[in-house]
């Protein structure tokens, strides 16, 4: 019989994982759950000072972590991010592309984007996941494997209108995943997506109105709000070992509104 701790292949205890955009939002939430289940985390976010804050309350709860300043679209501040990772703690286990421009792009008509903000968006929801995984590559590679996480929308199943940019990159963002789970696979890495649906994160909802948000949630087959919380379970999922065998996949998770 083949040895099997359904224990173990289920828990994140002990991998280190750094969550980009791990300073507020819904990555504050993974930082935070990926702590108390065991795992080292390292916070890489443009906003540094939420970064370290969520860091420090995650060491004073007893968990392990550490922030990083970074912005992931400069190539050298990611490698700098990584650098340190493994200063630290030697190894990098997993990698969640979670940060990204959403919440403060207006929502309006494709034709009034301004094309340097499609840049932008362009940049730090794609490029910036590129130069991430770039970065951990050699060390995942080095180590046996490792498990890399994007986060999409679901947005790019129904074709959500009035952010036109951001609903490209996030379909932008499958392709990527697609693609490089198949150019790493035999360094026994594996590359997943998540597609969350709209989520209640503090940014989220200062930037929708109330019959937006009405109106998401009475859309879904589960007729409530979604939380940062809904998401962790598949994020943790395809982190730990019980995923071992899925890679190049897409996972939505938005309470059945798309079907996917
Ligand atoms: N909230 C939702 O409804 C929803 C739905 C689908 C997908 N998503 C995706 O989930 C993820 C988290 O969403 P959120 O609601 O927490 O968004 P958010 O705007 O609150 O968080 C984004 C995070 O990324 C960081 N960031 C932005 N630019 C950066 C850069 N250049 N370098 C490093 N960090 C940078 C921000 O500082 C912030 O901490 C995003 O990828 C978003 O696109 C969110």
Redesign the pocket.
Known sequence: MIAYDVNTVQSVAGKVVIV?????????IYSQRLAQAGARVVL????GE??EAVALGIREAGGEAIAIR?????AAAVQTMVDQTIAKWGRVDGLI????????LERGDWFKIDPDEWDRVM???LK?IFLCCRAVYPHMKAQGGGRIVN?????IWAGNPNRLH?TTS?AGVIGLTRALAREVGDDKIGVNAI??????????MASSSANYVAGRDLSRSFKRP?Y?DDLVGAVMFLLSDASAFITGQTINVDGGQAMH
């Open positions: 980009t955009g791990g300073g507020t939002g819904i990555g504050k890489a976010d443009i906003a939420a970064a970074t912005d992931v679209i400069d592309n979670n940060a990204s421009l959403m919440s403060v940049a730090v929801n910036g986060i999409s929308s679901s947005r951001y996030k597609t969350p649906g709209f989520t209640e994160s503090e940014t989220q979604q940062p």
